[in-house]
């Protein structure tokens, strides 16, 4: 090669180099990271769903200990199951779904051989998760319980006990409820008429809030490891005693049913609503007051996190499903 082929290599060459360097610059100074040269993590998300006949008066209990567990109401008395499983890397765990007739209802329970509810924090180290939905019909008892999972219950017209290790839990629904959690955070909002039976909320280290109608009769004992609980009252809300300790007592609506709070070290937050207007629940709409702007994008979804709500996503089954054991 002579000497002016020689020069225009090292030209190129150095183009090249330069390049590089000014565009690993130009990134930096974006913050935004250089494509990384790892693999993704390879996963699979399966889809199961059964149906059953559940009856008022009768009971479903749900045990997910890998994942989180949702609810709403059903139509009639048919209690639907969507079961979401995500197998996640090169060697994923594959649970069994086991769905079984119990005296008074169906229990559903997710199991993982050999696995404990600890190692499964890190779904894509332990190399799998599940997410249970269910539709519940009415007058049915649901009980409820996750090991770092979220329980999410919306609308359900029957009792509740809800119960997790570590998850937060959200209930939205008219009847009678008990909820606990060690580590998570507890938030009801109730919508009944009226109770009969006492409730309790329980939190050893998260905060507990509660929302409850203006009109709604209840009696509140509220006992807060972290202070005064704080308190959005309607003008007819009376409040017997409130200690800077941490504890208050109140009656909503004259006082009914006794609803008891306890967090060990978690604030405590009370609020009464007034209900919406008649002409509202007939079907007009309210207005949209929000501004779009301030609305927060969703983030890209990654192996392991919790499936979003929606319509299940129901694959076709075949020999690598998981397997289903159910009552006959």
């Avoid at 409820?144 to 509740?160: E, F, P, Q, S, V």
């Avoid at 580590?183 to 929302?211: D, K, Y």
Wanted: net charge neutral.
């Amino acid at each position: 090669m002579n000497r002016t082929g020689l020069s225009i290599g090292w030209g190129i060459a150095g183009l090249v180099l330069c390049g590089g360097l000014i565009r690993g610059s130009v990134l930096e100074a974006a913050g935004v990271d250089p494509p990384s040269a790892a693999a993704p993590v390879p996963f699979v998300v399966e889809g199961l769903t059964k149906s059953m006949v559940l009856r008022a008066g009768q009971t479903l209990r749900v045990v997910n200990r890998f994942g989180d567990i949702r609810a709403k109401p059903a139509d009639g008395e048919t209690l639907v199951l969507s079961a979401m499983i995500q197998l996640i890397g090169p060697t994923p765990r594959r649970p069994t779904v086991a769905i079984t007739a119990e005296p008074g209802g169906v229990a559903i329970e997710v199991v993982y051989p050999d696995a404990d509810e600890a190692a499964a924090a890190d779904p894509v180290a332990f190399g799998g998760r599940t997410d249970l939905a269910v539709l519940v019909p009415a007058g049915a008892t649901l009980k409820a319980h996750t090991g770092r999972g979220a329980i999410k219950l919306a609308g359900l017209r029957g009792d509740i006990a809800a119960e997790s290790g570590a998850g937060n839990i959200s209930i939205r629904a008219a009847g009678h409820l008990q909820a606990t959690t060690v580590g998570g955070a507890i938030s009801v909002r109730l919508t009944g008429a009226r109770l009969e039976r006492p409730l309790g909320l329980r939190s050893a280290a998260g905060p507990i809030s509660v929302t409850l109608p203006a009109d709604l009769p209840l009696t509140i004992r509220a006992q807060s490891g972290a202070g005064r609980p704080t308190t959005k009252w309607a003008e007819d809300t009376a409040v017997v005693r409130a200690d800077p300790d941490g504890s208050l007592e109140a009656q909503v609506a004259g006082g009914g049913p006794l609803l008891r709070i306890d967090s060990a070290s978690g604030p405590i937050s009370l609020a009464t609503y007034q209900r919406p207007h008649p002409h509202y629940a007939s079907g007009v709409p309210a207005p949209f007051t929000r501004d779009l702007r301030t609305l927060t994008p969703a983030d890209p979804w990654q192996p392991g996190d919790p499936i979003a709500e929606g319509p299940p996503r129901v694959h076709p089954s075949h020999p690598a499903s998981p397997s289903v054991e159910e009552a006959p």
